[in-house]
C-alpha cells in the first residue's frame, strides 16, 4: 500500500517536513510505502475557473506547464494521502492552495475518483492559526468521500525555525497517534472493500441557492 504526502512549504527541509517524516515512520513500520512531494517551492498557479476540465473529462487541468496533472496521477495511484501546509497567516501556503483547489476539482468533475480511500492532513505553526489550515485542508478531503483517521488532539504541531517540531513534545505524539492510525485505518479499509460493498456512488446534485 501506498501514502503520497504534500508538502505545501516552500521550505524542502522545514517543520511541515519534519511532521511528515515522524508520520511516515509509523506507515513504514507497517509496511506502508511513502512518497513525500514538494508542492509549496514550485511554481503553480491558481484554479482559472474556466471549466475546461469539466468539459474535457479526461483528469487534467487546463494548466499544462506545471505539476499539477502529474500530482493529480499520484493521488489516484495512492490508497492514502496527506495534504499539509505551514500555516501562514492563519491559513494554507498559496502555492499549496493553488494546487489543491485545481487538482481537487479535477477529481471532482471525474467521479469523485479519490472516494473511498483514506486522506488526513497536517500543519506546522509557530503560534497560532493550526485549526483554521487543518480544517481547510480537511474540507478537500470531505469533498472526496474520503476515509478519515483521527489522533488524541487536532492535528498541528508547533516550531518556527526548521527541525523545531521535534521539540514540540505533545505535537510529535499527535502526529505519531495519527500516523498509527492511517496505517490502521488503511488496512481496515482494504479489509472492508474485500467483505462489504461500498456504499453505492449517487449522481451529484448540483444546486445553488437561487434555484
Ligand atoms: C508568510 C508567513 C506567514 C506565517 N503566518 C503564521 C501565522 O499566521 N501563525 C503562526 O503561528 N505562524 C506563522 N508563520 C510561521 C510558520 O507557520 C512556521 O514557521 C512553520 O513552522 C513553518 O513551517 P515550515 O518550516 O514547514 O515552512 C508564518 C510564516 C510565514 C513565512
Redesign the pocket.
Given at each position: 500500500m501506498k501514502v503520497v504526502a504534500f508538502?505545501g512549504?516552500?521550505?524542502a527541509h522545514?517543520?511541515?517536513?519534519?511532521a511528515i517524516g515522524i508520520m511516515a515512520e509509523e506507515l513504514e513500520k507497517s509496511g506502508i510505502e511513502v512518497e513525500v512531494i514538494q508542492v509549496?517551492n514550485k511554481k503553480i498557479r491558481g484554479c482559472l475557473g474556466c471549466m475546461w476540465c469539466v468539459k474535457a473529462q479526461n483528469e487534467r487541468c487546463v494548466i499544462d506547464e506545471d505539476e499539477v496533472n502529474e500530482y493529480i496521477q499520484k493521488m489516484k495511484e495512492a490508497d492514502g494521502i496527506i495534504l499539509s501546509s505551514?500555516?501562514?497567516?492563519?491559513?494554507v501556503?498559496g502555492t499549496m492552495k493553488s494546487f489543491l483547489d485545481r487538482a481537487f476539482f479535477v477529481v471532482g468533475v471525474n467521479g469523485n475518483f479519490l472516494r473511498h480511500r483514506v486522506g488526513t492532513s497536517l500543519a506546522?505553526?509557530?503560534?497560532?492559526?493550526?485549526i483554521p489550515t487543518i480544517d481547510n485542508l480537511d474540507r478537500y478531503i470531505n469533498y472526496s468521500e474520503m476515509f478519515v483517521p483521527t489522533s488524541n488532539y487536532w492535528n498541528v504541531a508547533?516550531?518556527?525555525?526548521?527541525g523545531?517540531?521535534a521539540q514540540d513534545d505533545e505535537g510529535v505524539q499527535i502526529i505519531r497517534i495519527l500516523g498509527k492510525n492511517m496505517a490502521w485505518l488503511m488496512k481496515a479499509v482494504e479489509l472492508g472493500k474485500k467483505e462489504l460493498p461500498l456504499p453505492e456512488q449517487e449522481r451529484k446534485r448540483f444546486t445553488n441557492f437561487i434555484r
Open positions: 508538502n512549504s516552500p521550505r522545514g517543520n511541515t517536513r519534519e509549496g505551514p500555516v501562514y497567516y492563519s491559513g501556503a506546522a505553526v509557530r503560534r497560532s492559526g493550526g508547533h516550531g518556527l525555525k526548521p523545531e517540531v
